[in-house]
C-alpha cells in the first residue's frame, strides 16, 4: 500500500469509528464473500442461475416454462432496477465527511449548536452535479455544478442545496419550468446533451435579461472545474440565522476550497468529455482514497435585519451576490469529505436534498426563489423516491424520528401503538415547546396586498453582471468572450444570436463588439449604458488560491521508454510523493520498461501504468520527461509521446525535462515561438520558460539526499 494510501486509512480509522451517520448506514450493509450462498429474494437457496428451465430432449433447446419462478424473479427484478432521474442535476457524484465549527464566533447570529459548538463533529454527505445533462452525460462539459450538502445534525438533517456559482439565472420560482425547458436539450429531437449551446437556451435569456448576471459567470471558468474539489460552493439564497436573544440576521452560506479554485481549459474540457466522461467524479474518488481529503472552509456573510434596506441592489434577489467589501465572509468552519460511498445507487443515486430541511436557529427569508425552491424539492422526492424516501438509509437522520405520518408505499417504520393522532389519550408523540428544542418560526411583521410583482429593486439586472466583468483578470476576460463566440456559433437562428449580442453591449461594449463580430451578430457603436463603477476582486476565482502554492493531489504523468534514467525517475517520484501529489509511469506499452544499461527483458524496470495511446495528456496535471539516451531516441520518433508534450504545453501545463529528455521536450516544441530551451548541458542549473522547466543534469549524490529527504519513513 502506498503511503498516501495508507495515511488515509489512518485519517479515516480515527475519524469513522465515532461517526454516527456511518455507524447508520452499517445497519443496512451487507457484505457478499466467497462462502456466501445465493438465495432468490424471498430466502430460498438458488441451485443454477444461468438456466431458464426449458423443455428439451438434451439436444435441442425447447421451449422456455413460465413457470420457472426463479428466472422470473431474476428478469423481473432487472426490468425494474430504474427509477426517474433527476429532472435536473442528474448526472452526479458523492463522499461522506463531517463539518466541525473553529469556535463560536457565530453564536453571535445563531443558537444551531452545530454553527456554534466546536466540540462537535457533524457528520455530512455532498453530491455535486452537472445540472443539464442526463444521467450518462460527461462530467466536463461547460455547466453550473451542484454542490449539496446534507448534514446529519443531531437536531435534525440540515441540508444547504447550493452551486459552484454565487447566483441564479432566475428571481421567482414560477420561471423555473421556462428556464429548465429551455435549457434541457430541445424538444423536437432532444438535442444537445449536456450543453448550453443551443437555440432554445439562448433565446430564453435573451429574453429575460435577469439572467445577464448568472449567464457571465455560466460562460466563465468557473463552469469547466478542474475538480469537485477545486470549487467553490455557494447557497445562493438568502436564509437566515436566529440568535438565543431573539435577533435575526440575513445569512448567505460559502465554501472556499483548500486547494484553491482551479479550472481546465475550454480545449481540454471538450477533449475529457470524449476521452475520460467520467473525470470528475474519479478524481474525487482518487483523491479521498490516495489521502488528499477534500477540504473547504465554510464561511457566512451575514446583514443585521435593520439593514436590509441599505443596499442598492435587494439582498433577498438571487440575480445578486452581496460584495465582499460591504458583507465580508467570516469563515466559521470547515466541511471534510474522507470516505467514498459504498455503493452508488443506495447512496449517491437516492439521496436526496430538500432547502426547506433546516434546523432551529436557522431560518428562510422571503427570497421569492427560495420560497418556490421549499415547495419544489419535497415535491420531486416523492415522484423519483416514494413518499417515505426520507426512511432511506442515505436520508435518514440520527436522531430520533417520532410523528403521526402514517403508511404510504414503501414504510418501513413499525409503530408499536394504538393511537396515529394528535392529541391522544396516551398522550403519545407531542409536540416540542421552543424551549426544550421544538423548531419555531421567526415572528415577522407583514404588510401587502395580494399581487403578482417585481418589486423595483429586482428590476435592475446588469449592475452586478458589469461588476463581475470588471473585476476579472485579462486571461479570465479573454475566456468569457471566447465561451460567448462558442455558444452563440451553436445558435443558428439569427433572432437568437443578434438579440444575445445586443443584450452583452449592457455589459461591456468590448465584450459585445467581439463577440459580435465572431458570430455575425449585432456589432454595437456605442456603449448602450454607462459603466457601473464597483468591483469586487474576490469574484476573481484567482483570488482564493492557496497561501503556499501546493501541488497535493495533482497527477504527474512521467514519460519513459526503454532505457531510461531509473535512480533519476526514482528520486522524482519520491519528491512527487512527498509533495502528495500523484506520479503515473506512461511508456510504450504497459507493464515493463527497462532502464538504462539493461537489456530489455531482464534487470531493473518500472511498470508502465499506462501506454501512450491509452491516456492522454488532458488527465494529468502535468509531464516530465527524464534522462535516458535510448529512451529520448524513442521518444522522440513516437508521434504520440510528441503529441503528449504538445498537448501539454498548449494546455499551459507544467513541463519538466532533464538530460536527454529536454531534447525530447525540443523536439515537441521547436516549432513554438519564444520557447527557448537550454538543452543538454553539463551543469544542474534548471531553466525556466513558459511553464517549462529544464535541468542539464541530475546527478547521483543529490538524487539520493533528496531521495533521503523525502522518502516517508
Ligand atoms: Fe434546484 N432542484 N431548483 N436549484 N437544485 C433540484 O431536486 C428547483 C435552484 C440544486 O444533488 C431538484 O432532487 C427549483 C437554485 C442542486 O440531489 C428540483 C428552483 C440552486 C440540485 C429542483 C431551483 C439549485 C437541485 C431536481 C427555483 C442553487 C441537486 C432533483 C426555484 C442554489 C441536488 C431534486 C442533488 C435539484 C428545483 C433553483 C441547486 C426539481 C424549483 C437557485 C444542487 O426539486
New binding site residues.
Given amino acids: 500500500m502506498s503511503s498516501l494510501a495508507a495515511q488515509a486509512k489512518e485519517v479515516m480509522a480515527s475519524l469513522l469509528p465515532d461517526d454516527p451517520k456511518i455507524k447508520d448506514l452499517k445497519r443496512n450493509m451487507v457484505h457478499p464473500t466467497s462462502s456466501s450462498q445465493m438465495t432468490t429474494d424471498h430466502g430460498v437457496k438458488i441451485s443454477d442461475t444461468d438456466h431458464w428451465l426449458t423443455v428439451s430432449n438434451g439436444s435441442n433447446p425447447g421451449p422456455a416454462l413460465l413457470e420457472d419462478q426463479i428466472a422470473r424473479e431474476k428478469i423481473m427484478r432487472f426490468d425494474h432496477e430504474r427509477i426517474p432521474e ?4 442528474a448526472r ?1 457524484a458523492g463522499a461522506h465527511g463531517y463539518f466541525r465549527v473553529f469556535d463560536d464566533r457565530a453564536s453571535k447570529y445563531t443558537f444551531a449548536p452545530t454553527l456554534t459548538d466546536p466540540s462537535r463533529t457533524t457528520p455530512i454527505f455532498i ?1 455535486f ?1 452537472t445540472v443539464q445533462g442526463s444521467k450518462g452525460s460527461a462530467d466536463t462539459v461547460r455547466d453550473v455544478r ?3 450538502m446534507k448534514m446529519y445534525t443531531p437536531e435534525g438533517n440540515w441540508d444547504i ?3 459552484n456559482v454565487p447566483v ?1 439565472f ?1 428571481q421567482d ?1 414560477i420561471n ?1 419550468p421556462d428556464l429548465v425547458h429551455a435549457m434541457k436539450p430541445e424538444p423536437h429531437n432532444e438535442v444537445p446533451q449536456g450543453q448550453s449551446a443551443h437555440n432554445n437556451f439562448w433565446d430564453y435569456v435573451g429574453l429575460r435579461p435577469e439572467a445577464a448576471h448568472m449567464v457571465m459567470w455560466a460562460m466563465s471558468d468557473r463552469t469547466i472545474p478542474r475538480s469537485f474539489r477545486m470549487m467553490q460552493g ?4 438568502t436564509f437566515t440565522l436566529i440568535n438565543a436573544k431573539g435577533e435575526r440576521h440575513f445569512v448567505k452560506f460559502h465554501y472556499i476550497p483548500e486547494l484553491g479554485v482551479h479550472s481546465l481549459l475550454w480545449d481540454e474540457a471538450l477533449k475529457l468529455a470524449g476521452q475520460d466522461p467520467d473525470f470528475h467524479r474519479k478524481d474525487l474518488e482518487e483523491a479521498i482514497k490516495s489521502g488528499c481529503l477534500p477540504k473547504w472552509t465554510f464561511a457566512i456573510q451575514v446583514i443585521a435585519e435593520k439593514d436590509e434596506h441599505n443596499f442598492d441592489f435587494d439582498i433577498l434577489d ?1 440575480t445578486k451576490v452581496w460584495p465582499q467589501d460591504l458583507v465580508p465572509l467570516i469563515p466559521i468552519g470547515e466541511c471534510v469529505l474522507n470516505k467514498c460511498v459504498d455503493e452508488f445507487f443506495p447512496e449517491t443515486e437516492q ?3 430538500c432547502t426547506s430541511h433546516v434546523v432551529p436557529g436557522i431560518g428562510f427569508s422571503n427570497d421569492p ?1 427560495l420560497q ?2 421549499n415547495f ?2 419535497f415535491d ?2 416523492i415522484s ?1 423516491l416514494g413518499v417515505n424516501w426520507e426512511q432511506l438509509p442515505i436520508n435518514r437522520p440520527v436522531c430520533p424520528v417520532f410523528n403521526h405520518h402514517r403508511d404510504g408505499a414503501m414504510q418501513h417504520k413499525i409503530n408499536k401503538s394504538t393511537v396515529n393522532y394528535h392529541p391522544n389519550r396516551e398522550d403519545e408523540v407531542q409536540p416540542v415547546p421552543p424551549h426544550e428544542g421544538g423548531y419555531t418560526e421567526f415572528m415577522e411583521k407583514v404588510i401587502g396586498m395580494k399581487q403578482r410583482v417585481r418589486t423595483p429593486k429586482f428590476q435592475e439586472h446588469y449592475n452586478q453582471a458589469q461588476m463581475f466583468y470588471n473585476s476579472l483578470k485579462p486571461h479570465e476576460k479573454q475566456h468569457i468572450i471566447e465561451a460567448f463566440s462558442f455558444e452563440l456559433s451553436h445558435c443558428d437562428d439569427e433572432r437568437v444570436y443578434k438579440r444575445y449580442t445586443d443584450l452583452l453591449n449592457e455589459i461591456d461594449f468590448d465584450l459585445a463588439k467581439t463577440v459580435a463580430m465572431k458570430v455575425n451578430g449585432t456589432i454595437p457603436d456605442a456603449p448602450s449604458r454607462e459603466k457601473y463603477p464597483k468591483t469586487d476582486e474576490t469574484l476573481s476565482q484567482l483570488y482564493f488560491a492557496p497561501k503556499t502554492p501546493t501541488i497535493a493531489s495533482r497527477r504527474i504523468a512521467i514519460l519513459i521508454a526503454d532505457g531510461f534514467n531509473m535512480v533519476e525517475v526514482t528520486a522524482v517520484r519520491a519528491m512527487i510523493a512527498g509533495a502528495k501529489a500523484t506520479c503515473w509511469i506512461i511508456g510504450p506499452r504497459r507493464g515493463k520498461i527497462y532502464s538504462a544499461g539493461q537489456s530489455i527483458g531482464i534487470g531493473t524496470c518500472l511498470v508502465a501504468d499506462h501506454h501512450f495511446e491509452d491516456q492522454r495528456s488532458t488527465m494529468y496535471d502535468a509531464v516530465y520527461v527524464p534522462s535516458g539516451v535510448e529512451h529520448a531516441k524513442t521518444l522522440k520518433k513516437t508521434g504520440r509521446a510528441i503529441h503528449w508534450i504538445r498537448e501539454a504545453f498548449a494546455h499551459c501545463k507544467a513541463t519538466g525535462a532533464i538530460g536527454e529528455g529536454v531534447e525530447v521536450v525540443k523536439r515537441a516544441l521547436d516549432t513554438v515561438e519564444g520557447v527557448q530551451l537550454a538543452g543538454l548541458r553539463d551543469d544542474h542549473s534548471v531553466v525556466s520558460s513558459y511553464g517549462v522547466v529544464t535541468a542539464g543534469k541530475y546527478d547521483l549524490s543529490s538524487v539520493l539526499t533528496d531521495i533521503i529527504k523525502i522518502a516517508p519513513g
Avoid at 455557494?234 to 439564497?237: A, E, K, L, R, Y
Fill in positions: 433527476r429532472v435536473i442535476h452526479g453530491r452535479s451542484g454542490f449539496a442545496v447550493g452551486i441564479f432566475i420560482a423555473f455557494f447557497g445562493v439564497n438571487a439521496v436526496a436534498f426563489l418556490g425552491r419544489s424539492y420531486t422526492q423519483r
